[in-house]
């Protein structure tokens, strides 16, 4: 029986996305000042404070290439929203809300003038290669977390769920694809709808 010695290579399992505790999202807003040291160059370096990136990510649902594309005048702080969005039509160019939680960081990162919301080296946004390696992974080793970015985006569809915010909300807000044609055509959701809804969410207890 040949079949003994012959070995199947199965499909390997795709990264699973673990969301983020309440705990850990509380962790999360204690450590915004933990610092990740960001190299310049051979003998040059700052100290930077990427904890506010995380809870954006969480708070919004946003692809972590998403919140490092978004310019300052993609925000419209009075009315609580960015314009940002990319990979796909529904996605792209899309109302975000902001959770007022989030309010005051983003107000802060607008504060600094620069072109990006979050820049990295010479005002220039991250590639998110360089933000998971030198940013993100740097900070959860310091606060004792095991995550990847896109994990955010997961923390924001569960709990968008737990807290019962519509389906098709919650397509609008996230960037997913609505199929039902009634959805899609007729029904049409304003930014202070949208930034209603999302302030529904209670990401942790203050």
Request: proline fraction near 5%; charge should be neutral; glycine fraction near 6%.
């Amino acid at each position: 029986d040949y079949s003994q010695y012959v070995k199947i290579k199965g499909k390997e399992s795709e990264q699973i996305h673990v969301p983020f505790t309440v705990e850990e999202v509380a962790k999360l807003w204690a450590g915004l000042d933990t610092p990740v040291r960001l190299n310049l160059g051979r003998y040059n370096f700052t100290m930077v404070y990427p904890a506010d990136t995380v809870l954006m990510l969480i708070y919004t649902g946003m692809r972590p290439s998403e919140l490092l594309n978004i310019r300052c005048e993609d925000i419209n702080l009075a009315e609580r929203y960015m314009i940002g969005g990319m990979k796909t039509e529904a996605g792209k160019e899309r109302i975000i809300p902001l959770h007022d939680d989030i309010v005051p960081l983003v107000e802060k990162r607008l504060a600094t003038g620069t072109e990006w919301l979050i820049p990295y080296k010479a005002d220039r946004p991250a590639k998110l290669q360089q933000y998971y390696l030198r940013l993100f992974t740097p900070l959860m080793e310091a606060l004792g977390m095991n995550h990847l970015p896109h994990d955010g985006r997961h923390t924001f569809a569960t709990f968008a769920d737990r807290f019962d915010i519509k389906p098709l909300r919650k397509k609008l807000i996230m960037g997913h694809k609505i199929t039902d044609i009634t959805d899609g055509v007729y029904t049409h959701k304003t930014a202070a709808e949208l930034v209603e809804e999302v302030n529904k969410i209670v990401f942790w207890e203050k």
